[in-house]
């Protein structure tokens, strides 16, 4: 599998029962505290391969430390987050490297294995399939406002719940249906991330936004005045070929280029299948799983409505 679609990982064919699929991803703190800070870093890492249909089985760590700045116990409590969600995955940490840095940076190199006539893939969501998102949205302005100490104690904790939860529930569910299209949510926020998969399928994506889930407190920051620094970016990826059926504020707007860290997962699965599908996440502890829109056949310049 190459760049086309801009896939969440590399997959290579050992044989026609096996594949690695392989990704590296890595982030810079979004929490003072070191343990949480691995955990983050380990999940949003871990994800990819969660979103391509594939089990993780070895993960390497990537990590920049200024070590004339801060001690080793740092250093040990990132990496002890890091294999506490490396643990829960099911996979092991087989080394890594770690290098002289400004400022703290992690993440993982991870590979995992999957069956060649299993991978999910961002393209191939077909019309008549609805859509549904297993995490809420708005990470990226909390951590913002959180620096201005704008986010409340509890709206910060259920950010970092959501982001310190692995996909592999989600994911595990999933494999017991038919799935014709998965990506996760992370940098390019969910207009980003669902654009790839409206191009890559040839298909509109229409997405309901009463029905999409936010973080607690994520629009209240924006309508505030807080952003992050790459929304601005995320709208010019997306906004030619996006059209918004309801009239929202710009603050409003703003919730769907949000970029997450550790987001959840994005699928596309055929409609008579969609609400015991849900149900299952629901029941399962992914409570805030949603159905969120539907896949409609292309027939104008619009890759994403929201309505």
Known sequence: MGFETSDDAAVYRINDELAIVTTADIIT???????????????????????????PTTCL????????????????GIVEGAISKI??????????????????KFGLSVTGMVHPQKIW????????????????????VIFNANLKKWVSASALEQCLQTLTTLNK??????QNYEIHAVTDITG???????????KGSGVTLEIKISEVPILSEALEMYEK??????????????????RFEKTLQPWNEEIFYDPQTSGGLLAAVPEAQAQALLNTLQNSGVDKARMIGNVKKRVDSSYLVFG
């Open 188 to 198: 390019f926020g969910l207009a980003g991330h669902a654009l790839e998969m409206a």
């Open 121 to 140: 893939r961002n393209a191939g969501a077909q019309p008549g399939d609805v859509l549904i998102l297993t995490k809420g949205i708005g990470s990226g």
């Open 87 to 104: 643990n829960e995955a099911g996979a092991v940490l087989a080394g890594g490297h770690t290098f002289d840095d400004d400022e703290p």
């Open 225 to 242: 005045g807080m952003s992050t620094g790459v929304n601005a970016s995320n709208r010019a990826l997306v906004e030619k070929v996006t």
């Open 61 to 76: 760590n990537l990590l920049g430390f200024p070590s004339k700045k801060l001690g080793p116990e740092i250093l040990q």
């Open 29 to 55: 703190p979004p929490v003072d505290d070191p343990y949480l800070f691995g955990q983050i870093a380990a999940v949003n890492s871990i994800s990819d391969i969660y979103a391509m249909g594939a089990t």
């Open 169 to 174: 529930t989600a994911a595990e569910i999933m």
